[in-house]
């Protein structure tokens, strides 16, 4: 008897064994999102981007600044789950119905349900705005809204939120004591709370702790292996920086009486460049912080006052985007190039995309300089120019190949083929016509869309 239970258990202990880590498995695509932001002139469409995210990632959540119809359109059919954006100068105009109702019927009904709509953003870190009228205006508005979607029978299947940034904090060390700003937490966030417990939608934060790390706490920032910060109220250790800023969120909608609900990350990430003075500004910690993240919300760890939880997370940000102000990092926070290939690997690709992904989490050039300074020693390679034109590239490309030179490594199968862009195709052919050369300067001109650069631009199996 004691054998046969003894058997049981142990298959009982195999079933659940497994059962927990197909669900991990499944809650990588489940709980890892991506902000989508468009600021920028070099972004490929939007129909490619919806395609990319499907067939060569596991992503399957996209938050996007606006409710871009081209974008929404693109996602039709995709099944992604998709985060729309009222812009902040709306939300005084979203406290009227009639203008909720017309903003519903013009931006979410023409696309749902094709396009997996399940949330809408009502602005974004309204609060550190400090503007009167928008703070005083935004739980107004999100009630009008979700009065718009109840009328259209939508408010079942979306929610109504809005992020803040860890400003509306005025305490986060020790987490325990994390409280929101005097004034704002009774009259506006004990309201915004209420309602979203009423209408089951989450409190969602932009936690970056890239911006509140220094020379001394940036192993803790970046998950690496570090002595911990003790929170002597409730005697618990904190490895992290994220645990800390979430647990100092949570510890402040505790003290209003509202630590039942979800809190979603709605934006965090590293830059992989930025200016010299920035600490920890580089690929590889840009690499390290996105991957640790993503294990860790899934993971089922959740953190020292929350245990034993995931969160639903949107990595910010899906591409590079050139147009953005500010420092140099702002414009850096990308997983991808406009051209579609990873600044660095964090697992997000698909196997069947694999060969795309860089063995070390270093930039993986696919243009050069534009004014390049080659090194006097040590190999050179020949990539395109920032901003080519992808008409030259091909005329390139063709070329090239009509050398018989060897094309195969960007033809189907081969170990250079994805991703499939011009431009990553071109640099790979015409790095492999300047390398027949004798590598004199002229022979990477190719009509000016060519330069030459100091940094190997292999990844994975494709070696140049």
Same mark, same amino acid.
């Given at each position: 008897?004691?054998?046969?239970?003894?058997?049981?258990?142990?298959?009982?202990?195999?079933?659940?064994?497994?059962?927990?880590?197909?669900?991990?498995?499944?809650?990588?695509? %489940?709980?890892?999102?991506?902000?989508?932001?468009?600021?920028?002139?070099?972004?490929?469409?939007?129909?490619?981007?919806?395609?990319? /995210?499907?067939?060569?990632?596991?992503?399957?959540?996209?938050?996007?600044?606006?409710?871009?119809?081209?974008?929404?359109?693109?996602?039709?059919?995709?099944?992604?789950?998709?985060?729309?954006?009222?812009?902040?100068?709306?939300?005084?105009?979203?406290?009227?119905?009639?203008?909720?109702?017309?903003?519903?019927?013009?931006?979410?009904?023409?696309?749902?349900?094709?396009?997996?709509?399940?949330?809408?953003?009502?602005?974004?870190?309204?609060?550190?705005?400090?503007?009167?009228? /928008?703070?005083?205006?935004?739980?107004?508005?999100?009630?009008?809204?979700?009065?718009?979607?109840?009328?259209?029978?939508?408010?079942?299947?979306?929610?109504?939120?809005?992020?803040?940034?860890?400003?509306?904090?005025?305490?986060?060390?020790?987490?325990?004591?994390?409280?929101?700003?005097?004034?704002?937490?009774?009259?506006?966030?004990?309201?915004?709370?209420?309602?979203?417990?009423?209408?089951?939608?989450?409190?969602?934060?932009?936690?970056?702790?890239?911006?509140?790390?220094?020379?001394?706490?940036?192993?803790?920032?970046?998950?690496? *292996?570090?002595? %911990?910060?003790?929170?002597?109220?409730?005697?618990?250790?904190?490895?992290?920086?994220?645990?800390?800023?979430?647990?100092?969120?949570?510890?402040?909608?505790?003290?209003?009486?509202?630590?039942?609900?979800?809190?979603?990350?709605?934006?965090?990430?590293?830059?992989?460049?930025?200016?010299?003075?920035?600490?920890?500004?580089?690929?590889?910690?840009?690499?390290?912080?996105?991957?640790?993240?993503?294990?860790?919300?899934?993971?089922?760890? %959740?953190?020292?006052?929350? *245990?034993?939880?995931?969160?639903?997370?949107?990595?910010?940000?899906?591409?590079?985007?050139?147009?953005?102000?500010?420092?140099?990092?702002?414009?850096?926070?990308?997983?991808?190039? *406009?051209?579609?290939?990873?600044?660095?690997?964090?697992?997000?690709?698909?196997?069947?995309?694999?060969?795309?992904?860089?063995?070390?989490?270093?930039?993986?050039?696919?243009?050069?300089?534009?004014?390049?300074?080659?090194?006097?020693? %040590?190999?050179?390679?020949?990539?395109?120019?920032?901003?080519?034109?992808?008409?030259?590239?091909?005329?390139?490309?063709?070329?090239?190949?009509? /050398?018989?030179?060897?094309?195969?490594?960007?033809?189907?199968?081969?170990?250079?083929?994805?991703?499939?862009?011009?431009?990553?195709?071109?640099?790979?052919?015409?790095?492999?016509?300047?390398?027949?050369?004798?590598?004199?300067?002229?022979?990477?001109?190719?009509?000016?869309?060519?330069?030459?650069?100091?940094?190997?631009?292999?990844?994975?199996?494709?070696?140049?």
């Amino acid at each position: 008897m004691a054998k046969e239970f003894s058997m049981s258990y142990s298959i009982l202990i195999t079933v659940i064994s497994f059962f927990l880590a197909s669900t991990l498995v499944r809650g990588i695509e %489940g709980t890892i999102g991506v902000n989508y932001g468009t600021v920028a002139n070099n972004l490929p469409p939007p129909a490619q981007v919806a395609h990319f /995210l499907l067939e060569s990632t596991v992503i399957n959540r996209v938050r996007l600044f606006d409710s871009n119809s081209d974008i929404l359109k693109a996602f039709a059919h995709t099944g992604i789950a998709v985060t729309v954006t009222v812009p902040n100068d709306q939300i005084p105009r979203l406290t009227k119905l009639n203008f909720a109702q017309q903003w519903v019927e013009d931006n979410i009904q023409p696309h749902t349900p094709a396009t997996n709509i399940v949330r809408i953003l009502i602005g974004n870190e309204v609060i550190s705005t400090a503007n009167k009228l /928008l703070i005083g205006s935004l739980v107004p508005a999100m009630q009008t809204l979700h009065a718009a979607l109840v009328a259209a029978s939508l408010d079942r299947r979306i929610q109504v939120s809005t992020p803040h940034s860890l400003g509306i904090l005025s305490n986060s060390s020790p987490p325990s004591t994390g409280k929101f700003r005097q004034g704002y937490d009774t009259h506006v966030l004990k309201p915004l709370l209420s309602f979203l417990r009423a209408t089951n939608s989450p409190f969602m934060v932009n936690p970056y702790p890239f911006f509140g790390c220094s020379l001394d706490t940036l192993d803790y920032a970046l998950f690496r *292996p570090n002595a %911990g910060v003790f929170d002597e109220n409730t005697e618990l250790l904190y490895t992290n920086m994220l645990d800390a800023q979430l647990d100092a969120v949570f510890s402040a909608m505790k003290f209003l009486g509202f630590n039942d609900l979800e809190i979603v990350i709605a934006e965090t990430g590293w830059p992989s460049m930025g200016d010299s003075t920035q600490v920890g500004v580089d690929a590889k910690s840009a690499a390290e912080y996105n991957g640790n993240i993503m294990r860790h919300v899934i993971s089922g760890a %959740g953190t020292p006052l929350m *245990p034993n939880r995931t969160f639903e997370t949107y990595i910010f940000a899906l591409f590079n985007e050139n147009l953005k102000p500010g420092p140099a990092c702002e414009r850096n926070f990308g997983l991808f190039r *406009p051209d579609m290939t990873p600044v660095y690997d964090i697992g997000i690709l698909r196997a069947t995309a694999s060969s795309s992904i860089p063995n070390n989490p270093i930039p993986v050039p696919t243009a050069a300089p534009v004014n390049p300074t080659p090194m006097s020693k %040590g190999k050179q390679w020949c990539l395109p120019k920032t901003g080519a034109d992808e008409n030259a590239l091909q005329r390139n490309i063709d070329y090239v190949c009509g /050398l018989d030179l060897d094309c195969g490594p960007v033809q189907e199968d081969g170990v250079c083929f994805l991703p499939n862009t011009v431009r990553a195709h071109a640099a790979f052919v015409m790095n492999a016509y300047y390398q027949s050369t004798e590598k004199n300067e002229y022979d990477c001109d190719f009509e000016q869309t060519g330069a030459i650069t100091d940094v190997d631009p292999s990844y994975g199996k494709c070696q140049y």
